[in-house]
Every structure is written in structure tokens, then in C-alpha cells.
């Protein structure tokens, strides 16, 4: 958001303030107050012009503009009603060397998920995607993928909704006590880099949001469903705030995971390039591998894959 415009609805969200009052506080025209004005309403701002001067009596649902004001991280959002995949945007702006940008969506028409699986997006959800340009080495990139499966688990669970997280990148309602779950959201990490560092990353979480159940594949849930609809402007303020804390402080992600893992505890097939792998998961490692221990006592470390939980035996 423009400072400038940032900085004209702090002054007026607690009561009228005059034009002449925020020019001259602002150090600009009253022509370019009146501007900007008139931009923040074109924004979807309410703001009120009275003898007192200009009150801000509302904020708008959802929005570019909406979700950065208030928000207490150091994002710039980029909003489309629609877009074919925000992930794709976000390399777009990655590619040309964007830094701290989230692309976000009322709507997807192109969404996918890992392995290019087609992904339901359709209006009223949460659909956004993070540049970051983490100065880490790329064996530390999947940090990022359980921060952000954290950062949503954790906006849901304010939201009211019971959500835990399945590895590696779902976050999901648990369903019973033997392991079951509805999904709630996918996440989708791409990344490109060299051998000793990370160029940028991008991470992709696709949140059924303010959806009816019967619009989205079966075994899917929304948190309309689950607890009713939720603010979305405050939902990606804090799914957003709590990434920002994350990120800056990867000790603490490993640990914040394990505390809202469904997967832990349960037993899992995993589906490998290698082969399929069958055991508890008793845990994962400092870089977000699955732990495995298997039916003849040994323990195996799984990178990446397919989990599947299975009924107890």
C-alpha cells in the first residue's frame, strides 16, 4: 500500500481530521489528500467527508489494499478476483527479482497442487501464494513448507476450526481417533536455486475458506463447514503474521509442527520413487522428513512422498 495512503487512514480510522490537518501533517497538497481519498474508496474504503473532515467508518471485505491495512508483517499483496494459479503468478514476480509478495485470489480457474493434480478453487476461498528470497541453503527450503502448513493450521484453529496438519503439506480436520481426516488445505512449494544457496521460494497455501461443502471434492472440508464463515481479511492477516514469525525464527517451525501433527502416532504407507514404505510415524527430522519405524524395528527417514494413513492394526 502506498505510505502515503497508509498513513491517511491511521489518522482518520478514530475520527474526523481535516484535510488541511493531514496535508499539512502528511506534507502534501490538499489536492493530493483529496487523491488519495478518492483512491481508497475506489479500493472499497468507506470514507466519510463531513464538517469535521474525513472518518474512515469501514474496511472492505477482502482485497489487495484490505489485507495490507492493519497487517502486521512486511508484505505488499497483489489481489485478482480471479487468476488461473497464484503460484504461477508468484514465480512470474520471483523471476523478475520480487521480494516479500503475497499474490492473492478470490478465485482460481488453474489451480494445482504437488505433482501437478488439478486443485478446486473456487470463489470465496483463500488463494495465495509468498515470494520469499530466504538466505538459506536450499536442504533448509522444506522449513518453509511446514511454516506455512503452521502459519494456516494456526489461522484456522482462531477461525474455530479443529485443524491439524498431515504430512508433508495438508492441513486437515481430523475425523474420529483412528486417523481419519477431511482436507481442509493444500500447500504448494516451488523454489529455484544453486547448490549452496536459495534464489527465491515460493509458497502456495490454497485454503477452502467461505465455501460450501458440496462445491468441493469429496473428503474435502471448508472452514464454512466446520465453524461457519470466517473473516477473510483478518484470516490472511494472520495466516501471514504468524508465516513472518516463522520464517524468522526456522528453530522454532520443526517444534510448532510437531505440536499440530496429525500424522504423528499413526500409522502411514508412504509412496516413494523407491517404493512404498509401511510404519508409524514417530516423528520428523530438523529438515521436515518423515520418521518411520517399521514392523521389523527399523527406521526409515522419507523425504518426500505420498502419505496415506492407515487403520490401526
Not at 495490507?68 to 485478482?80: C, I, M, Q, W
Not at 483463500?126 to 489461522?155: E, G, K, N
Not at 515460493?202 to 465455501?211: D, Q, R, T
Not at 505440536?259 to 504423528?264: E, G, I, R, V, Y
Request: with cysteine; proline share 5%.
Amino acid at each position: 500500500m502506498n505510505e502515503t495512503r497508509r498513513a491517511i487512514l491511521e489518522a482518520i480510522a478514530d475520527g474526523p481530521v481535516s484535510g488541511p490537518d493531514l496535508a499539512e501533517s502528511l506534507e502534501v497538497s490538499r489536492a493530493a489528500v483529496w487523491k488519495h481519498v478518492d483512491e481508497l474508496r475506489d479500493a472499497g474504503f468507506d470514507i466519510d467527508s463531513g464538517p469535521a473532515g474525513y472518518e474512515l467508518v469501514g474496511v472492505p471485505e477482502f482485497g489487495g489494499e484490505a489485507v495490507e491495512y492493519g497487517l502486521e508483517a512486511p508484505f505488499s499483496v497483489e489481489y485478482h478476483d480471479a487468476i488461473g494459479s497464484t503460484n504461477s503468478r508468484a514465480r512470474e514476480l520471483a523471476v523478475d527479482g520480487a521480494e516479500d509478495v503475497v499474490v492473492l485470489a478470490d478465485e482460481q480457474t488453474g489451480g494445482r497442487g504437488r505433482l501437478e493434480r488439478e486443485w478446486a478453487a473456487p470463489s470465496g476461498g483463500v488463494w495465495l501464494s509468498v515470494v520469499d528470497r530466504p538466505a538459506i541453503a536450499p536442504s533448509r527450503a522444506p522449513l518453509y513448507t511446514l511454516a506455512i502448513s503452521v502459519a494456516t493450521a494456526t489461522a484456522a484453529r482462531e477461525a474455530g476450526v479443529d485443524a491439524r496438519i498431515k504430512w508433508p503439506n495438508d492441513v486437515v480436520v481430523p475425523v474420529g481417533e483412528e486417523g481419519d481426516y477431511r482436507k481442509l488445505s493444500g500447500i504448494l512449494t516451488e523454489m529455484e536455486g544453486e547448490t549452496d544457496r536459495v534464489e527465491w521460494i515460493v509458497v502456495g497455501p490454497g485454503i477452502n475458506a467461505n465455501i460450501d461443502v458440496d462445491a468441493l471434492p469429496e473428503g474435502a472440508t471448508s472452514i464454512r463447514e466446520e465453524a461457519g464463515d470466517v473473516d477473510r481479511r483478518r484470516f490472511v492477516q494472520r495466516l501471514l503474521e504468524e508465516f513472518d514469525n516463522l520464517r524468522t525464527d526456522l528453530e522454532s517451525v520443526v517444534p510448532a509442527w510437531r505440536d499440530l501433527a496429525l500424522t504423528l502416532g499413526q500409522r502411514v504407507r508412504v509412496d516413494r520413487p523407491s517404493g512404498e514404505v509401511v510404519g508409524d510415524a514417530v516423528d520428523i527430522t530438523e529438515t521436515g522428513a518423515l520418521v518411520l519405524e517399521t514392523d521389523d524395528g527399523e527406521r526409515v527417514t522419507v523425504s518426500a512422498g505420498d502419505c496415506e494413513h492407515l487403520r490401526p492394526v
